[in-house]
């Protein structure tokens, strides 16, 4: 029987569209502050979401291997290397933000942050799908 395979959702696909969809939202919520400000959050927002995608899916693994081991709680299986994983990144994206002076800064980070969540644990999720697909499977 094959190794069981990780979600394609967790790579290049997801940070093309974590791009277009954050940097966008970027751009709309500073565009009141003229196009100068909105193209920088869209610059800054969509690079900071395409990079973020890999590297939350990363963290995600990096906590779940550290900290949630076999035989835990599976609501904190799921939420606790999401929510580091997010915390982290969340701080990278307003750090970001401060430096390039994006004037809407909570409104522009937010869904971000919020959907990244959901993300981290969709990622979480599939990493305890291999991990039973992987006890499951018979020996050869």
């Known amino acids: 029987m094959s190794e069981p395979k990780r979600n394609p959702l967790t790579g290049i696909a997801a940070a093309i569209l974590a791009f ?15 196009l100068r ?27 779940y291997r550290r900290h949630c081991g076999p035989g835990g709680g599976q609501g904190v299986r799921l939420a606790l290397p999401a929510a580091l994983s997010t915390g982290l990144v969340a701080i990278m994206l307003v750090l970001a933000h401060s430096v390039a002076g994006t ?38």
């Open 20 to 34: 277009a969809f954050y940097g966008g939202w970027a751009m709309w919520v500073n565009w009141e502050h003229g």
């Open 37 to 63: 400000p909105a193209v920088v959050a869209l610059l800054v927002q969509g690079t900071a979401s395409f990079t973020t995608t890999f590297v939350l899916a990363t963290l995600v693994t990096f906590f």
């Open 103 to 140: 004037p809407a800064l909570l409104a522009t980070i937010a869904p971000s942050a919020i959907i990244g969540f959901g993300y981290c644990i969709f990622c979480t999720h599939d990493l305890v799908r291999v991990e039973r697909a992987r006890v499951h499977q018979p020996s050869s």
